[in-house]
Nanobody, 124 residues
Framework: QVQLVESGGGLVQAGGSLRLSCAVSGRTFGSYVMGWFRQAPGKEREFVAAINWSGGGTWYADSEKGRFTISKDTAKNTVYLQMNSLKPEDTAVYYC?????????????????WGQGTQVTVSS
């Protein structure tokens, strides 16, 4: 079993930055891929970024490349999403997720565990 708890969301002006955190706990999460997704009102949940907990490999949605950075701190059992140059269209609930799969990482159904989400609001 893996538990995920997000934090760091809030209200920020366009052009600003936020860093989201996902605290991870569980006996076997060392073999997981950790992902960040977001869901805006009335829209489907969409992939943002993912990182391999053990190897450190990263994947990004094309729209976030260069603005968002996913990272991990194994000592703190935490995954981060650094978001820069935020735009109003980045407004959404951001979710942390975990999977043991190594393919299809852009699809929510590939993930086994989810956090409760943290709200990010970007004002224009």
């Amino acid at each position: 079993q893996v538990q995920l708890v997000e934090s760091g969301g809030g209200l920020v002006q366009a052009g600003g930055s936020l860093r989201l955190s996902c605290a991870v706990s569980g006996r076997t999460f060392g073999s997981y891929v950790m992902g960040w997704f977001r869901q805006a009102p009335g829209k489907e949940r969409e992939f943002v970024a993912a990182i391999n907990w053990s190897g450190g490999g990263t994947w990004y949605a094309d729209s976030e490349k260069g603005r968002f950075t996913i990272s991990k701190d194994t000592a703190k059992n935490t995954v981060y999403l650094q978001m820069n140059s935020l735009k109003p269209e980045d407004t959404a609930v951001y979710y942390c997720a975990a999977t043991t799969k190594l393919s299809g990482l852009g699809y929510p159904h590939q993930y086994d565990y989810w956090g409760q989400g943290t709200q990010v609001t970007v004002s224009s």
